[in-house]
């Protein structure tokens, strides 16, 4: 299948791979991320904030010419949030500036000449508009765009939580939520942002939490 780069169709990730179908008939995809994101050490270590968000809108990002020529590839698709409240911030860097909207990679179409199948990424909500959601986001150059300005991302796709009437999991269903998300089922928003101040980060990225999160994590990597 001819694919456009994958960077622009989901946040927080490094590469992605395509699945099978599901009942639904959706593609599924597998997404190597930048960060670990399913426990809360991983978002105390590796996140700048926790967002609670309200996804406002979707929109398409077209196939590239070549895709369009193959009459084969995947149409991307964004969401456009308002950010209604920062839940948490990382101490050491508390000064960055939180904007009030946010736009997200969330997937997107496979097509192949006609037919159009939704794509999925597996244990991650597909943000759907009208819906709230936590987001652990980190402040780094390691985005979509590859234009080497910081912007804020999910850490990961378990670092995205449905969050609707400030419930944790209420919303969106996921098929295989992280290990925070699916401990706090059901519990009020407020219980989360307590374990994550609970919670003390990684202890190999000790002394560089004031450090962007690719730092943090090149850290804890090398002393792994």
């Not at 994550?196 to 990225?205: C, N, S």
Request: some cysteine; charged content about 25%; glycine content about 10%.
């Amino acid at each position: 299948m001819v694919m456009k780069n994958l960077k622009a169709i989901v946040a927080g990730c490094l590469m992605l791979t395509l699945g099978g179908c599901s009942g639904q008939g959706a593609v599924t995809a597998e997404a190597q991320e930048f960060f670990p994101s399913s426990t809360a050490e991983d978002w105390v270590t590796y996140s700048d904030a926790i967002v609670n968000i309200h996804v406002e809108r979707e929109f398409e990002i077209p196939p590239s010419a070549d895709e369009l020529e193959a009459d084969e590839g995947i149409i991307g698709r964004n969401v456009s949030a308002t950010v209604k409240e920062v839940m948490w911030r990382q101490p050491s860097r508390s000064d960055l500036a939180m904007p009030r909207s946010l736009d997200l990679g969330a997937g997107g179409w496979v097509f192949h000449g006609s037919e159009r199948k939704e794509l999925r990424f597996s244990g991650s909500p597909r943000l759907e508009p009208g819906h709230d959601y936590l987001i652990a986001l980190a402040y780094t150059t390691l985005h979509p765009t590859g234009s080497g300005t910081p912007a804020w991302i999910p850490i990961g796709g378990q670092a995205i939580v449905p969050n609707d009437s400030a419930t944790i999991g209420k919303g969106e269903d996921i098929a295989r939520p992280g290990a925070l998300a699916k401990s706090l089922q059901g519990r009020p928003t407020s219980d989360l942002v307590d374990k994550i101040r609970e919670t003390a980060p990684d202890p190999k990225a000790k002394g560089l939490l004031d450090e962007p999160a690719s730092v943090r994590r090149t850290a804890v990597q090398a002393a792994s």
